[in-house]
Structure formats: C-alpha cells, structure tokens
C-alpha cells in the first residue's frame, strides 16, 4: 500500500486519525460537506473532518464527529471543542473527538465535563501498534491517499443528469440524514452515474460509493423494522417510501380534496354552460404518494443484511476494503487491516455481493465493478449465493 509521503501534514494527520477511528470499530467517512437551503440557494454551513457511523446491537445507529489538527500550541483548541459541542447537537451525534498531536493540559480540563473524546499522537499510536501498521504505511479503503476522489471540473459543467448534485449528497447530507426512504436518493444517485460517468474507473469508483450508501440505508431500514411485528413491517415501509416528509395518508388526503375541488368546479362550469360533458380523467389521489416498484426487493435486501445485526458495522467496514482495493487494483488488501474486521469474511462477502445483485436487478446498473463482484469475470465468486430470497420465504 502507498504511504502519505506525498500528502502535506495536517492531512496526512488527518488519514491516521481516520484509520485509528476505522481500527477501533466505526465505519468513518471524510470531508463531509454540511449543506443547508438558506434563502432558496444551497449553502455550505461548515465541514465535518471525520464522521464516524456504528450499529448497535439492536441495529440502532450511533455516531461520532471529530475534529482533527495538526498545529502546535493550544490557543484554539477550545474553540475546536465549542464547534464540536455545536455540531453533536446540530448532528444529533452520540460522541464527538477533538484529535491533535500534542493535546494541552488545559484542553483535557476543557473537555472532561463535555464528555469530549481526546485522542493525541500517542492514542493513535497505540491503535496502530496494535494492528501492526505505522504512521507511514498500513493505508486501505477510503484512508488509502489514492482514494481520495473528486469529480474534475469539466465534469461538474457538464455532467448528464445531475452527476454533480447526486455526488455532493452521496459525499455529504446523506451521511448525517436519519431518514430511511433516503434509499430512493441512493435510487437516483445511481441512475445520474450511469448517465454522467466519462471512464470505467470513474463509474467504478461512484458505483463502490453507492454500494456503502444503500448498505448503510438498508441496516438502517433493518432497525427500523425490527422494532415493529411483522404484520405492520411492510406497512411501515410502504408508507415511508411513500411520501417525503409528509405522511402518505396526508398526501393522498390532500389530493382526494383536490379532486373534489376540481369536480365540483367541472360541474358547477357546466351548469353555468347547461352542458352535460362528460369529465374522465384519473383521479389525483390515486397517483400520488407511491412506493417505488423495488420497494419489495429492497424490503428483502433489508432483511437479509439486517438478519445478523452483529455484522452490521462490520459489513460496512469490510466491504468499504474490498470495494476500494477493487476500484485500486491492488494486488492484494492489507491482511492486518482486514483482521481488525472481527466477522466471518465469507458471509460479510456474501452479503456484499447480494447488495451488488440488488442494484443489477432492480436498478439497472451496470459496471466492471459490480460484474467482478457478481461472478462476471474470471475467478470472481458466483451467482449463487446473489439470490434474494422469495418474499415469505425464510
């Protein structure tokens, strides 16, 4: 694997502390963008250094957000440790970590009654001793230098189908999002890469992105269900897919009062005219607030990655390793990274590839990457294991 040597320090610091996060049990993300509507007009509100996201056993998702630095003294540490104290609220964020080299005294006294997680050389050190890399080498997946990814600008000109906006969610809001039905965004994020990619590696690259996306959505979606019966799961889902923020009853309330709105209109027009002309035309409310035609597959791929809850944070952490070291071409991922990922390999690669096959089946997509994993090209695992089981079936 590359080292960071070609990388300036405070961002090589930046990696290290994302690999020590990843090491110590959560799937991290990077650079995430807070963007808000402000006066009609997307606005970039701040950014997010490390993103932290973890199931618990019942499959309820927690989070982390750090802070990382790199300069020396310690004249605004407390400043960074106000910030983070802001953003556990405004992210709903269950733990928060200020990571420096060298931590002042004064910043631990800060920090202690804010229950603020401190890390300095010395923490990350230790992390990664114990998993037998070093400051310079022992880099994969997203941490891994060339992973990093960004669309280049003719692209952001000129992408087809909102390439561009569909990336910025993806690499942004969708991780700090608490909503399930976000998975239809993920629907559409997919749909803008195989209309905006240039190259086989780029649509690699946004495809392994999907995939981690929808997994996260799918054990999000698998808590959920698991905390009702049986008997309301699919109810639940319908109903959620159904609509954005508003109930779907809501809605098709509203549109059932619409159409009698307009009837009514019709009518009283056509006494006025005393004409009797026919009026045929759908009724609103039977075309509005609709789950998606997947919505049973997806139900199915939920279940199946919920089924082991266990293997959740696991799943995420595993095959954000293998997906980055396909998209690489290394000739092989670091074995000592993997070993820090606890699960059975084999069904954590199982239940990658069924998420592979969901996205082939349902959605469409097709790429080098996804065939690789779904048994296309030679010695890649096979189909078999890719079928999602009938509906009702155990």
């Known amino acids: 694997m590359s080292d960071l040597a070609g990388l300036e320090k405070g961002r090589a610091w930046e990696y290290r502390v994302h690999r020590a996060a990843f090491l110590s049990g959560w799937y991290v993300r990077r650079n995430v963008n807070l963007k808000e509507r402000v006066a009609g007009s997307p606005q970039t509100m701040g950014e997010v250094d490390l993103l932290g996201v973890a199931f618990e056993p019942s499959l309820t998702q927690s989070s982390l957000v750090a802070e990382c630095k790199d300069r020396k003294g310690g004249a605004r540490e407390a400043d960074r440790v106000i910030w983070l104290l802001g953003l556990r609220q405004a992210l709903r964020a269950d733990h928060v970590m200020f990571a420096k080299p060298k931590v002042s005294e004064g ?14 050389e010395a923490a990350v050190q230790a992390i990664e001793t114990a998993h037998g890399v070093s400051a310079d080498i022992g880099y994969g997946g997203s941490f891994h230098p060339r992973a990093a990814f960004t669309l280049p600008s003719k692209e952001q000109k000129s992408a087809l189908g909102g390439l561009k906006a569909a990336w910025d969610y993806l690499s942004g809001a969708f991780w700090y999002e608490r909503n399930p039905a976000r998975a239809k965004k993920v629907a559409g994020y997919f749909e803008a890469v195989l209309q905006g990619t240039r190259s086989a590696e780029q649509r690699d690259h946004l495809v392994a992105e999907g995939l981690l996306a929808l997994i996260a959505c799918a054990l999000q979606t698998a808590g959920h269900l698991s905390r009702v019966s049986p008997a309301r799961s699919k109810v639940w889902l319908y109903e959620v897919f159904s609509a954005g923020i508003a109930p779907a009853s809501a809605l098709r309330d509203i549109a059932a009062r ?46 199946q990655l919920g089924r082991r809850p266990e293997l959740a944070t696991d799943l995420l952490r595993y095959s954000e390793l293998v997906l980055f070291d396909e998209c690489l071409r290394s000739d092989q991922i670091l074995e000592n990274l993997l070993s820090g990922v606890g699960a059975d390999h084999g069904e954590l690669r199982r239940l990658l590839q069924l998420t592979a096959y969901f996205v082939q089946r349902a959605w469409g997509v097709d790429s080098d990457l996804i065939r690789r994993l779904s048994g296309g090209s030679p010695g890649a695992p096979t189909r078999e294991p890719l079928q999602l089981p009938l509906e009702g079936s155990n």
Do not use: F
Request: charged share 30%; glycine share 2%.
């Open 107 to 120: 910043a631990y006294i800060w920090a202690r009654p804010h229950d603020v997680w401190l890390w300095d």
């Open 258 to 303: 619409a159409d009698d709105y307009y009837r009514d209109a019709w009518m009283r027009t056509n006494r006025a005219k005393d004409a009797r002309s026919p009026l045929n035309v759908p009724r609103l409310a039977d075309h509005v607030a609709e789950p998606p035609e997947w919505i049973g597959e997806y139900h199915q791929l939920a279940i």
